[in-house]
């Protein structure tokens, strides 16, 4: 199966299965000396965790991550990272019905018509299960970006029709709810809407919204290596994501250019900054220094308990009623995910971005004669 690797100087590989024995990540190029414990990664795994609330699949896990490789005595060593999250709480025997037939909205279809096999316990490859190993390695990426000042605010825009307002904007309340709302109004507008779905044995989608600051001017490249372009391939891949859009997105098509402009100007301090930040931190396909905003729309569960038409593999109409354990919404459970993969985006950014100049190679190894890099630099 390929596919299964993501990024090009900072690099990983996931494996796993939902009810395999466990799931994991190896991580290529992560530089020498980050210092770095379980405990760094084991944050960002308890945010994607599930069985946290009722609004998340009843699945106990405990998501506890184990370094195999690449670290010694709190910090990486260069070579390749490898993290291992075991299976604790498999219940196969649930998803034994569905070997023989399609569920709507699952990649049951399509898997058997790539493939001509799958793995139908909870989805195998497909599962949310597999975000893990991407969390994971965005956990390494973001502790990179931390020690450049680069901060992250993610959160839930919206749950179905219920949308976070802007004016009661309080990322301290991100964590203070358990559908990850930067609005405590709008946070409880959203649970009730989803305890209504849960007695209709339905599901929600919702919108996640990423905000990165202090990113520097010169991250991307103008053509296929757009910094925006990596950024969509990246929350495209998440499971269950269905679309991308950054800055004013799909309303700058109702916008006019002299609205949708960003004026320059010259800030406190002596450089080039933006009066407004329409485009989300992006010109060209380069980030231009504003902080990044992107939003991704994440489809409803398709795994719910009321009736559906579908077919079995003999080619038979029937109705089928799906079992097993799942989120009545993904959405929060999915913002960490957001952001784990915008953080392997910048750091890859980055580092190509060290060869976009002669200046950046000449500050390092400027001295060849010496063979060994510049230490004033």
């Known amino acids: 199966m390929a596919g299964s690797i993501f990024g090009k100087q900072f690099c990983i590989s996931t494996w796993g299965e939902s009810h395999g024995k466990g799931i994991g990540v190896v991580i290529d190029g992560c530089p020498a000396g980050?210092?770095?414990?379980?405990e760094d990664i084991q944050v960002y795994l308890n945010r994607r965790r599930p069985g946290q609330s009722q609004y998340s699949t009843p699945r106990k896990e405990a998501d506890q991550v184990e370094i195999l490789s690449g670290v010694f005595e709190g910090r990486t060593t260069g070579a390749p990272i490898s993290l291992l999250v075991e299976n604790t709480s498999q219940r196969s025997a649930d998803y034994s019905e569905i070997a023989s037939y399609y569920r709507p909205g699952h990649a049951d279809f399509t898997f058997d018509q790539k493939y001509g096999f799958r793995d139908?316990?909870?989805?195998?490859?497909?599962?949310?299960?597999?975000?893990?190993?991407?969390?994971?390695g965005g956990a390494v990426a973001a502790r990179i970006l931390e020690s450049l000042g680069i901060t992250f605010c993610t959160y839930t825009k919206s749950i179905g029709p219920v949308s976070v307002e802007m004016c009661r904007f309080d990322a301290r309340e991100i964590q203070n709810n358990p559908v990850f709302?930067?609005?405590?109004?709008a946070a409880e507008k959203a649970q009730e809407y989803l305890q209504q779905c849960m007695k209709e044995h339905n599901s929600a989608g919702g919108v996640i919204e990423c905000v990165v600051s202090r990113v520097p001017a010169g991250l991307g490249d103008p053509c296929f290596e757009k910094l925006e372009a990596n950024l969509a391939r990246a929350m495209l891949s998440i499971g269950a994501v269905k679309g991308f859009e950054m800055g004013d997105g799909f309303s700058a098509a109702r916008s006019t250019g002299a609205k949708n402009n960003d004026a320059f100007y010259i800030g406190d301090q002596g450089r080039v900054e933006k009066a407004t930040n329409h485009a989300g931190g992006v010109l060209g396909g380069i980030s231009d220094g504003s902080p990044l905003v992107?939003?991704?729309a994440v489809k409803p569960t398709p795994s719910i308990s009321r009736k559906q038409q579908t077919v079995n593999r003999k080619g038979e109409e029937i109705q089928i009623q799906v079992k097993g354990r799942h989120d009545p919404v993904i959405v929060p459970?999915?913002?960490v995910v957001v952001e784990a993969m915008a953080a392997l985006v910048l750091v890859d950014a980055l580092f190509f971005g060290m060869t976009s100049r002669m200046e950046y190679l000449e500050r390092i190894w400027g001295e060849p004669e010496r063979g060994f890099p510049r230490t004033d630099a």
């Open 34 to 38: 980050l210092p770095l414990g379980e």
């Open 294 to 296: 992107f939003r991704v």
């Open 181 to 185: 709302m930067p609005d405590a109004q």
């Open 333 to 335: 459970r999915a913002v």
């Open 120 to 136: 139908y316990r909870g989805g195998g490859r497909s599962s949310g299960r597999e975000t893990i190993g991407r969390v994971a």
